[in-house]
Antibody, heavy 119, light 113 residues
């Protein structure tokens, strides 16, 4: 059973860079069938896709976040990462990592990690 | 970007009664392979979202058959034939036509009367 575990700092100061890692277990990350993505959910609000990465390192970002997002993947260490720069209070959210199946659906999700942007 | 809308945004249902949620996309989700690239998810309180329906009408593994998805082009519907207490939560549609650049709808909150 594939498992994803998101981890992050919990608290980030405004204007700093948020860094998150998603550790994957129970299956290999090396497959052209899948992409690995980040989705966030501000408190009390809906889901927003942020970015995804292929096993070979091709990245795709939501257009409104593209200038601030960096994604990377390390298939040997079984994890992928998100960096979001110049954060503001609007970036406060639960951040989920998930795997896109071949048709794009997110079947496997991590548990989510809350990141609060505050001085 | 494809914009997704849902209605209603909130729904209160009597157990055992049916429920229906509408989802509309700003452009057709019909792929050249004949499938509609539209998913439905349920986020139960305090949990990560879970996939209910993929490619418009296919139930994900383990999803009860009281859930069904239908629709075509830009108009889609999720139906629950007989709502149970465990079905409470927020339901999201999501377009996967432009995968991995996916887009969620705003969500429909379902609770029990």
């Amino acid at each position: 059973q594939l498992q994803l575990l998101a981890s992050g700092p919990g608290l980030v100061e405004p204007s700093e860079t948020l860094s998150l890692t998603c550790s994957v277990s129970g299956g290999s990350m090396i497959s052209s069938n899948y992409h690995w993505g980040w989705i966030r959910q501000p408190p009390g609000k809906g889901l927003e896709w942020i970015a995804s990465v292929s096993y070979s390192g091709n990245t795709y970002c939501k257009s409104s976040l593209q200038s601030r997002v960096t994604m990377s993947i390390d298939t040997s260490e079984q994890h992928f990462s998100l960096r979001l720069s110049s954060v503001t209070a609007a970036d406060t959210a639960v951040y989920y990592c998930a795997r896109h199946e071949s048709a794009g659906s997110f079947y496997y999700w991590g548990q989510g990690t809350l990141v609060t942007v505050s001085p | 970007d494809i914009v997704m809308t849902q209605s209603p945004l909130s729904l209160s249902v009597t157990p055992g009664e049916p429920a229906s949620i509408s989802c509309k996309s700003s452009q057709s989700l019909l792929h050249s392979n004949g499938y509609h690239y539209l998913d439905w998810y349920l986020q139960k309180p305090g949990q990560s979202p879970q996939l209910l329906i993929y490619l418009g009408s296919n139930r994900a593994s383990g999803v009860p058959d009281r859930f069904s998805g239908s629709g075509s082009g830009t108009d889609f519907t999720l139906k629950i034939s007989r709502v149970e207490a465990e079905d409470v939560g927020v339901y999201y549609c999501m377009q996967v036509l432009q995968t991995p650049r996916v887009t969620f709808g705003p969500g429909t909150k379902v609770d029990i009367k």
